[in-house]
């Protein structure tokens, strides 16, 4: 019998997060540090939506790109939040959550050959959508030094003659980086200069601590023309399950990126989309209560981390931590691993976002203090074992 799978799909490893959590749950007694999911409800006011709307009936197919009082909504969204400026019927889509919207872009924008390239740490889902894509991924190895913010010089020494598209994955997600605006200009000219496009997953956009408030590329003169927003509701709307983002860009983009959607997909989920609606109208208060709780928790992070003794940069974005256990003299997935196994605490070794992850740990503070005060003293005590003996 013949080998009925792809060579393609059976060349690709599985996420490496899954791997503990597995083992978690199976574990009695043991505990998360690793989802990167809110530990918010949904604000009532969008499930009450989501309610309302299976009650009157709405549970038919919306159009391809979306359910068009949404894409409204997104637009005046994205304009008074970011000062982007996108038409609701000809440059905006409604995917279903950011992930779909990485693989339909990609799929549409790359032929086989074409380089993209991947800063990393970052989400484990970029890599394997480009070889999906079939194009050859090229990774970008982000530096502790640089606070893992992708630096020109970095850029230019990895743009080739084959180089279309650039990820650009801020804030980011393992580290908590951030690209300010300074940060962000100098990389632009490189941008345009070498005729590169630009996929800028904001998903976790609203997610940002500090004086630096997140500015999105496409801000920039001469980049909305080459630039694909993702940006979603599961993280700042605490929305995971509804399984629901949207993609902005160029029109002869976003209108071939409907037409993959189209015979993939066909529409994300009504009472979805007419959820999120209430949830962009109405829920500043609800995400910026979410943020300030994310911002204590943050600052509780990184001193306990400075009083173990552990380096780690301060994150300013997303909701994780990422700090180094070098020093220990085990990689990543050991550390990991015997964490789990003699302290019941999973976290997610850096390696899963990256070879350059090596030597860290990501860790979720999407946790009430309570849960992260348990797990850190786990790792407190599993530490001091180390340095014992």
């Not at 490189?190 to 630009?198: A, P, Q, S």
Request: proline share 6%.
């Amino acid at each position: 019998m013949r080998n009925p799978l792809s060579n393609k799909i059976m060349g690709i490893q599985p996420s490496g997060i899954r791997k503990f959590f597995d083992i978690v749950s199976e574990m009695p007694d043991a505990i998360s540090l690793g989802v990167g999911e809110p530990d918010f409800d949904t604000p009532w006011n969008v499930r009450e939506e989501g309610i309302y709307a299976l009650e009157k009936g709405r549970t038919f197919y919306t159009s391809n790109a979306g359910l068009k009082e949404l894409r409204i909504e997104i637009c005046s969204y994205l304009k008074r939040k970011y000062n982007l400026l996108y038409d609701p019927i000809n440059e905006t889509m409604v995917t279903v959550g950011g992930s779909e919207a990485i693989d339909v872009a990609l799929r549409c924008m790359v032929d086989p050959g074409d380089e993209v390239l991947i800063p990393q740490p970052s989400y484990v889902s970029y890599l394997p959508c480009a070889v999906m894509a079939d194009a050859k991924p090229v990774i970008i190895n982000l530096k502790a030094e640089n606070d893992f913010k992708l630096t020109p010089e970095e850029l230019e020494e990895n743009i080739t003659n084959k180089t279309k598209i650039l990820v650009l994955p801020f804030p980011n997600n393992p580290t908590g980086a951030i690209m300010n605006r300074d940060e962000l200009a100098k990389l632009v000219p490189l941008i345009i200069k070498h005729d590169l496009f630009v996929i800028s997953d904001e998903i976790y956009s609203e997610l940002t601590y500090g004086k630096e408030r997140h500015v999105s590329i496409a801000e920039f003169p001469g980049m909305k023309e080459r630039t694909i927003v993702i940006n979603g509701f599961s993280k700042a709307f605490a929305m995971t399950g509804w399984r629901l983002g949207y993609a902005c860009g160029p029109t002869p983009i976003i209108n071939q990126m409907i037409k993959l959607h189209q015979f993939a997909i066909m529409c994300a989920p009504t009472n979805s989309q007419f959820a999120a609606v209430e949830a962009l109208k109405n829920c500043d208060e609800d995400v910026d209560k979410m943020v300030e709780a994310y911002d204590q928790r943050r600052r509780y992070l990184v001193n306990a981390f400075k009083e173990m003794g552990l380096e780690c940069f301060e994150p300013f974005g997303a909701f994780y931590i990422f700090p180094s256990i070098k020093k220990f003299g085990m990689t990543s997935d050991e550390f990991a691993t015997k964490l789990l196994m003699k302290k019941k605490l999973a976290v997610v070794p850096g390696t899963a976002f990256g070879d350059c992850g090596e030597g860290f740990l990501r860790i979720s503070y999407a946790y009430s203090i309570d849960n992260l005060k348990e797990g850190l003293g786990r790792i407190k005590e599993f530490i001091s074992e180390l340095e014992s003996k």
